[in-house]
């Protein structure tokens, strides 16, 4: 049982934390393998979107996270933040989008920062998991499959069943009026009555 | 307004009539009570002022968070430790202290029964949380270094005095246990010493004198700041491994940082659960302590 280190204040994240880090398996040990995840944060945020290995990505994702949030939470006056983006930022350049670009972009969301699919691995090939990772927000076309269009989702024929609801309950009122219209014009016929006999006759016919 | 207090009172009086008809469900009563907050929300005017928990009780209050272990979290089990802690803190007054401070414990012993015995020590480390939070006080009597582990919320400790409130340069203060006797020694009839009200806690700098080696520990890998000749005992060969035994990364590692530490949004929950209860309990001992200050002097003029 160990106490909390209060002496920082961190956000909580918006993703899935694994209870333990990955060792990303590395001859510099711990030091080696934080420059593996330096690289990989410094080309997700150049590049927005990024392809690798699956646990590599997944690692990287949590250090981004921080990053951002960290930049969110102190803003670009504050010594230990800036030092921050110093080491995880490669290329210095980068600093100036991390301040500049990703804080106002990110300052109001109440989701996480990254996003991160399963991609396909190439057979045959290296065996391991394959993922994409990308920042939210990105100028690239979405990912995952647009399914407002689809049809078969339940959600979509709710809506198509509404829609006919509606026109045939427009159509109704539209007969009804006409209906109106032509008794008003000529009182001594019923007009009403042809209107719901029709139908009958209709189904009448199709029975004998 | 009227109108509002008026649908006010009939929706409240209608709670209540619920709530005394359905006694046996508490459910609905819950659901009640979350819709008639609101509403007197309304009643009494936007400026509802919710209990703002002050910054520096994670400092003061560490142990009411839980582990930051993942495999040992257990929600329920955390909130129970901590209204039994708080059923404790209503039983005895544990003061807020810090690695540094000097306390004075006083507390029973099974095996001497009817008999207290009072030790008087440097608080050297803080550790664990929850019911199992502890701490190390350590002494020198008789030219014998004595450490003893307290648990803080254990029943048989009867008070517990803050006779120096300070922090010292370091988290833990092991390296007492190599120093000179002198900078753990501490007079057992020590009396209090009051701070003023609302003053900061103090830093002591103090910085100790160790022993030659051989040490307990490879003080030269910790980067103290409390110690004052850590250079004149050790060799090319120490300073070269120290240095290699450094991790100037890990004040970069921000994962491993997230997962030593509680989120500031879980701790603003915890404490807001805990905060009036502690808030009134800090108020009655300030109260007590007013009381005591009209002690006779003992030296008369």
Request: some cysteine; proline content about 6%; glycine content about 2%.
């Amino acid at each position: 049982m160990n106490q909390a280190d209060v002496s920082k204040l961190i956000s909580q994240l918006r993703i899935a934390v694994r209870p333990n880090k990955r060792h990303l398996k590395n001859v510099d040990g711990p030091e080696g393998r934080l420059l593996k995840l330096r690289k990989t944060v410094t080309a997700l945020v150049k590049h927005e979107r990024i392809e690798l290995f699956y646990n590599r990505a997944d690692e990287a994702r949590g250090y981004a996270e921080l990053l951002i949030s960290n930049a969110i939470r102190h803003g670009d006056r504050h010594k230990a933040t800036m030092e921050l983006a110093d080491y995880w930022l490669l290329e210095k350049q980068l600093v100036h989008k991390l301040f500049k670009v990703l804080v106002p972009r990110y300052e109001n969301s109440n989701i996480s920062y990254t996003r991160m699919f399963k991609a396909p691995r190439d057979y045959p090939g290296i065996f391991y998991r394959k993922s994409v990772l990308e920042l939210r927000g990105n100028p690239f076309p979405v990912l995952t499959p647009d399914n407002s269009q689809n049809r078969n989702l339940l959600h979509n024929v709710l809506l198509d069943e509404a829609r006919k609801e509606f026109r045939r309950e427009k159509l109704a009122n539209l007969a009804n009026k006409l209906a109106a219209e032509t008794e008003n014009a000529t009182p001594s016929t019923p007009a009403q009555v042809p209107v719901t006999e029709q139908p009958e006759q209709s189904e009448e016919a199709p029975k004998a | 307004m009227n109108i509002n207090v008026r649908i006010l009172t009939k929706s409240v009086a209608q709670q209540y009539a619920f709530k005394r008809i359905v006694t046996f469900s508490t459910k609905p009563t819950q659901q009640a009570a979350a819709a008639a907050v609101p509403q007197q929300q309304e009643v009494t005017g936007s400026t509802v002022r919710r209990p703002i928990v002050p910054a520096h009780y994670r400092f003061v209050y560490p142990e009411f968070l839980p582990d930051p272990k993942v495999e040992w979290r257990n929600t329920i089990r955390e909130k129970l430790e901590r209204l039994d802690m708080l059923d404790r803190r209503r039983q005895i007054e544990l003061p807020e202290f810090y690695v540094g401070s000097i306390l004075a414990v006083t507390s029973s012993d099974p095996h001497a029964a009817g008999k207290t015995s009072r030790f008087v020590g440097i608080c050297i480390h803080r550790e664990r949380c929850g019911l199992r939070a502890r701490f190390i006080l350590r002494n020198v009597i008789d030219h014998q270094g004595i450490e003893v582990v307290y648990e803080l919320y254990d029943p048989t400790i009867q008070k517990v005095e803050v006779l120096r409130l300070e922090k010292r340069l370091d988290d833990s203060l092991f390296y007492l246990r190599d120093a000179l006797p002198e900078y753990s020694t501490f007079d057992e009839n020590m009396e209090v010493e009051s701070l003023e009200e609302g003053a900061p806690v103090p830093v002591n700098d103090i910085k100790v004198v160790l022993r030659p080696r051989p040490w307990l520990e490879r003080w030269e890998r910790q980067n103290l700041l409390g110690v004052a000749n850590i250079e004149q005992y050790i060799k090319d060969k120490h300073r070269k491994s120290s240095e290699k035994a450094q991790k100037p990364w890990e004040k970069y590692d921000l994962m491993k940082q997230y997962r030593a530490t509680i989120p500031e949004e879980e701790q603003k929950e915890i404490f807001a659960e805990v905060h009036t209860e502690l808030h009134t309990l800090e108020l009655q001992r300030k109260r007590n302590k007013r009381k005591r200050t009209f002690v006779k002097p003992k030296h008369l003029a």
